[in-house]
């Protein structure tokens, strides 16, 4: 069974920094991409950042470009979001996600299109960033 935790959430002031951490398990195949959404109550879930396995490239949202760095360590099975800059509009639940299948990583980071249906998600660390 596909699980995806998270962990690395909490509270920070504007301009600081925070490391995200997904540990994946239960994968008997290597994942195309896997992704960071967030997710404000009542807002559309966006696509903050995305690792391409496959194309070896990272996209970024507009919004954090700069700011915000996905990595991985295959040997630990975890993906990273490393935030830094942080600003009080960066303040959301944030997901890992990924699926069996292929998925574009332009499209999951864009903000004019739907995000792709991925079937594996985490559970999501809130992340408050204070003025």
């Known amino acids: 069974q596909v699980q995806l935790v998270e962990s690395g959430g909490g509270l920070v002031q504007s301009g600081g920094s925070l490391r995200l951490s997904c540990e994946t398990s239960?994968?008997?195949?290597?994942?195309?991409?896997i992704a960071w959404f967030r997710q404000v109550p009542g807002k559309q879930r966006e696509g903050v950042s995305c690792?391409?396995?496959?194309?070896?490239?990272?996209y970024y949202a507009n919004s954090v470009e700069g700011r915000f760095a996905i990595s991985r360590d295959a040997a630990k099975n975890t993906v990273y979001l490393q935030m830094n800059d942080l600003l009080p509009e960066d303040t959301a639940t944030y997901y890992c996600?990924?699926?069996?299948?292929?998925?574009?990583?332009?499209?999951?980071?864009?903000?004019?299109?739907?995000?792709?249906?991925?079937?594996?998600w985490g559970t999501g660390p809130p992340v408050t960033v204070s003025s």
């Open positions: 996600a990924t699926d069996r299948s292929p998925f574009p990583c332009h499209i999951a980071v864009s903000p004019a299109l739907p995000p792709p249906a991925l079937n594996s």
């Open positions: 239960g994968f008997t195949y290597d994942y195309y991409a």
């Open positions: 690792l391409s396995v496959g194309e070896e490239k990272t």
